[in-house]
Nanobody, 118 residues
Framework: QVQLVESGGGLVQAGGSLRLSCAAS????????MGWFRQVPGKEREFVAA????????YYADSVRGRFTISKDNAKNVVTLQMNSLKAEDTAVYYC???????????WGQGTQVTVSS
C-alpha cells in the first residue's frame, strides 16, 4: 500500500503563487510516476502535470504549461507543484496521484483546495 498526503493549498489572489507538496509513504520502491490532477465540482478530474520517477521527464496540461512546474525528490518520495501566475480558472481541488508497479495512476491523495480570487 502507498499513502499520499498533500499540503500547501489555500487562497491566493489572481497572479499570485502557491506551492503544493505531496509526500508518499509505504511501498514506494516501485514508483513509476507521480503527478497532479484537479477537479471542479460538477466537472471531470483534469490532468495537470506529472513526472516520470526514473527519467525525470515532465508532462503538463496545455492550460498550465509555462505557469506550473512539477519537481520531485526521489530520496524523500516527495513531488512538488509550483504554481505561478494563478488564474481564477485554476480554482479546484488538487489531487496528488502516483503510479506504483504500473503505468496507471493507482493511488490518489485526499485532495487539497486551491482557490484563486479574481
Amino acid at each position: 500500500q502507498v499513502q499520499l498526503v498533500e499540503s500547501g493549498g489555500g487562497l491566493v489572489q489572481a497572479g499570485g503563487s502557491l506551492r503544493l507538496s505531496c509526500a508518499a509513504s509505504g511501498r514506494t520502491f516501485s514508483t513509476h510516476a507521480m503527478g497532479w490532477f484537479r477537479q471542479v465540482p460538477g466537472k471531470e478530474r483534469e490532468f495537470v502535470a506529472a513526472v516520470n520517477w526514473s527519467s525525470g521527464r515532465t508532462y503538463y496540461a496545455d492550460s498550465v504549461r509555462g505557469r506550473f512546474t512539477i519537481s520531485k525528490d526521489n530520496a524523500k518520495n516527495v513531488v512538488t507543484l509550483q504554481m505561478n501566475s494563478l488564474k481564477a480558472e485554476d480554482t479546484a481541488v488538487y489531487y496528488c496521484v502516483g503510479a506504483y508497479a504500473t503505468t496507471e495512476y493507482n493511488y490518489w491523495g485526499q485532495g487539497t483546495q486551491v482557490t484563486v480570487s479574481s
